[in-house]
């Protein structure tokens, strides 16, 4: 616990029924941020899919929910983009985050 923070947010898988909220947190960081080279945020089913694909592969998705509003979503994803040995980063998976700045 840091600050209390682990009183504050509630940490669960992602369910289908969140990719509603997923995308609106999302969205905000493809069209405001630089954590993402999508240009336009993918539509709710889009996000659907996607989760979809995680959970087949068999890795996490969760979300964090803060005064019972999801506020921040987390999932990991195969490592394709780039070949592991021309990276300091060994690993076969990234951890992709993304949460609302109010949380």
Same mark, same amino acid.
């Given at each position: 616990?840091?600050?209390?923070?682990?009183?504050?947010?509630?940490?669960?898988?992602?369910?289908?029924?969140?990719?509603?909220?997923?995308?609106?947190?999302?969205?905000? @960081? +493809? #069209?405001?941020?630089? /954590?993402?080279?999508?240009?336009? &945020?993918?539509?709710?089913?889009?996000? $659907?899919? *996607?989760?979809?694909?995680?959970?087949?592969?068999?890795?996490?998705? @969760? +979300? #964090?929910?803060?005064? /019972?509003?999801?506020?921040?979503? &987390?999932?990991?994803?195969?490592?394709? $983009?780039? *070949?592991?040995?021309?990276?300091?980063?060994?690993?076969?998976?990234?951890?992709?985050?993304?949460?609302?700045?109010?949380?």
């Amino acid at each position: 616990m840091v600050n209390g923070l682990s009183k504050s947010f509630r940490i669960r898988s992602a369910e289908l029924p969140d990719a509603t909220r997923i995308c609106a947190i999302y969205g905000f @960081h +493809v #069209a405001d941020g630089a /954590g993402t080279f999508e240009e336009v &945020a993918p539509a709710a089913e889009e996000i $659907r899919r *996607r989760m979809e694909n995680v959970k087949v592969r068999g890795l996490p998705w @969760h +979300v #964090a929910e803060a005064k /019972g509003e999801l506020a921040a979503t &987390a999932m990991q994803v195969p490592t394709t $983009r780039v *070949r592991l040995t021309d990276t300091p980063f060994r690993h076969r998976f990234t951890w992709i985050v993304t949460g609302t700045a109010g949380a």
